[in-house]
């Protein structure tokens, strides 16, 4: 389907990838991931002929039909829905052909709307409808103008656009930054069920996962394709880079004992010739780099100066925004260590209710009160766009704290990922992704004693989620997220509440059970029902799913063993590996006298080689399968 041959692409100087030969098989699904800047971007462009190649070539079938997002979106008086039907090029160019036939009529014209509906003009509507009710437009928006929506819900449209068009390969970069968690769970589905190729640029872990069949990893400017999910990737790649690194230290050693050698010996005539031979073989050694597994974002949540408890109270409030009523009959009261996430449809009022929290938005009815010692940490979009264009990232910081001197700050905002003279830049020439970082570092430093979180990652790379998961496990206050990073949130929270028809109650299930009552609402076409009665009413009680997922897990026992198996089995090869090159870093192996010991441990080093190369591809083969069967159990 999709070929790299010899691809190299620079930029500003900068090689970003170089010998690039990899092929892309029908069918598969390919997460492309690195660090920011990487040339994930780029990648796309070469592939959509947007961007030259500065070597070697991108190939595929000529046949092959491409779709993508469009990054930008007119402010057009155009309908949603016929703005998403866009995206279906050949049955706009037959819709043309059809009208212009009608003034002919006759057989031209019969054939022009046997053309139609061979295309599938029937379905055209209600499948637009679809794509538009999934990421979350109500039915009245579908006749909406695009100009009347913001910028976030018109990419949401390109989305749809996109997806509406039918295509052999697909390629998405980051569509999950403007949707919420119900919008990424439908998204995750419809990708799952899409039959073409994909190639996905994301950091959402948990939908890397449930969508991706390879991973294509850009590190040290080469890519290289792995088979399996991201964790499957991550699992591998921790392997490989420890065994790297083991293997880079005792290759030092070696090093340095054959350099010895052969600064020693070289002047003497007796020794020449061995000195010479140590130097070819010195020559000949791979160089392995060492593994650089350490992340650039390093930060903690300091402990806060009070817990006082309750920090805050919400009791029977209304909230809106003129007369229009989002929530009624509220009640919520924020409990010192409490550590929660809010869940709902976008609109349903989880950012109404945030506000409130904060003290932005005042209850038309009802009291909110908050402790003498309450400090709020709060972080949106909004706060992220706010950010004094001119001041440069060390200013803004020293401005906020003067206590701290300017080696301090420059040491916090390194935390942060802003190293060197990265502190000096003006913030309007910072990434999305800079910006949102700086406004953490700014609500961090506050030690909030209360933190509320509204969507954090978005334009986050995979490490800085991982280190802010990591800070929020270890922060002491109270805690309320609006998320669509499920693995944030099973990470960082402990109770669910459900913001849906104008209340918000408890939700006593996990994220999965939050899926499952979506995918029945949706089935039941209803949000006329509230979430407890639509767990009621579901065809599965509760204990009727245990025993369905105990038999589940007890038809996918033998699979899991052969992983477990399969997996200790290169656990074995692994340390046997590792032996074998700690004796080949023996400097006594070297001596003439051990010739035959050292072609010995070196034919038994490559052998071990192939083998764990053999096992680790039939442990991913196994994982592959076992992660399909779940899929399937699952739905």
């Known amino acids: 389907m999709l070929s790299f041959q010899q691809l190299a692409c620079r930029r500003d100087g900068h090689v970003l990838f170089d010998d690039v030969n990899l092929v892309i098989h029908t069918g598969q699904k390919v997460g492309v ?9 780029s990648l796309f462009q070469m592939v959509l002929g947007l961007l030259d190649t500065d070597e070697g070539s991108v190939g595929y079938p000529q046949d092959t039909r491409l779709s993508n997002v469009a990054q930008d979106t007119p402010a057009v008086e155009r309908s949603a829905i016929d703005y998403v039907i866009d ?43 679809a794509l538009l009710n999934g990421l979350g437009f109500s039915t009245d928006q579908h006749s909406w103008s695009v100009s009347q929506f913001s910028g976030g819900w018109r990419m949401r449209l390109n989305l749809a656009q996109a997806l509406m068009c039918p295509c052999d390969l697909l390629l998405l970069d980051e569509p999950t930054n403007h949707l919420d968690l119900d919008a990424v769970l439908w998204l995750e589905q419809w990708l799952r069920s899409f039959d073409g190729t994909l190639l996905l640029i994301s950091h959402d872990r948990e939908f890397l996962d449930r969508v ?87 930060f903690e949540f300091q402990p806060p100066d009070s817990l006082p408890n309750p920090l805050l109270t919400l009791d029977k409030v209304a909230l809106g925004y003129g007369d229009s009523r989002v929530l009624e009959n509220v009640s919520v009261s924020i409990q010192q260590g409490d550590r929660i996430g809010l869940l709902g449809a976008n609109g349903a009022g989880k950012s109404t209710l945030v506000k409130a929290l904060v003290g932005e938005l005042s209850p038309s ?13 709060y972080f949106a979009q909004h706060q992220v766009d706010d950010q004094p264009a001119e001041m440069q990232p060390l200013t803004l910081l020293l401005a906020r704290y003067p206590e701290l001197s300017e080696s301090q700050g420059r040491k916090y905002l390194g935390g942060y990922g802003f190293n060197g003279d990265a502190v000096f830049q003006t913030i309007d020439t910072l990434s999305g992704g800079e910006r949102a970082r700086l406004a953490l570092a700014m609500i961090i430093r506050q030690r909030p004693n209360l933190l509320l979180l509204d969507e954090p990652t978005n334009h986050l ?140 441990f070196l034919q038994e080093e490559a052998t071990l080689a192939a083998r764990l190369d053999d096992a680790e591809e039939a442990l991913l083969l196994q994982m592959e399968e076992l992660e399909q069967a779940e899929r399937r159990e699952a739905g």
């Not at 991931?33 to 971007?41: H, I």
């Not at 052969?262 to 003497?268: E, G, I, K, S, Y």
């Not at 700690?582 to 001596?591: E, F, I, V």
């Open 33 to 41: 991931v690195g660090k920011n800047g990487c040339g994930k971007s």
């Open 87 to 129: 995206g279906h090029k050949t049955y706009r160019q037959l819709e043309q052909q059809a009208a212009a036939a009608e003034s002919v009529g006759g057989v031209e014209y019969a054939n022009s709307l046997a053309a139609l509906e061979d295309a599938g003009a029937y379905q055209i509507q209600p499948q637009a409808s």
């Open 212 to 298: 991706c069949t390879h991973v294509a990893h850009i590190e040290r400017q080469k890519i290289t394709l792995y088979r399996g999910n991201y964790s499957a990737f991550e699992k591998l790649r921790a392997a490989q880079l420890a065994n790297q690194q083991a293997f880079y230290e005792r290759q030092q050693k070696q090093r340095q004992h054959m350099q010895s050698f052969v600064d020693r010996f070289r002047a003497q005539a007796t020794k020449a010739r061995q000195a010479q031979s140590r130097l070819k073989m010195l020559e000949r050694l791979e160089d392995i780099g060492p593994a650089h597994v350490d992340s650039e974002f390093q």
């Open 365 to 377: 009815a009802g009291e909110r009160r908050a402790s003498r010692n309450l400090v709020v940490g």
């Open 461 to 600: 790379d995979i490490d800085m989620r991982h280190a802010l998961t990591d800070a929020l496990q270890g922060f002491n206050g109270a805690l309320v997220v609006i998320s669509h990073d499920r693995s944030l949130l099973r990470a960082s929270v402990d109770s669910l509440m459900l913001v849906a028809h104008r209340r918000v109650k408890p939700f006593d299930d996990d994220l999965d059970g939050y899926a499952k009552w979506l995918s029945e609402q949706r089935d039941s076409g209803g949000s006329s029902k509230s979430a407890n009665e639509s767990r009621q009413d579901s065809a599965l009680s509760r204990k009727e799913r245990k025993q369905a997922d105990a038999e589940r897990r007890k038809q996918l026992a033998p699979m899991r063993r052969a992983v477990d198996q399969q997996s200790t089995l290169v656990g074995k090869i692994t340390d046997e590996l590792s032996a074998v090159r700690n004796t080949l870093g023996l400097n006594d192996l070297y001596t003439e006298g051990r010739k035959s010991d050292l072609a010995r």
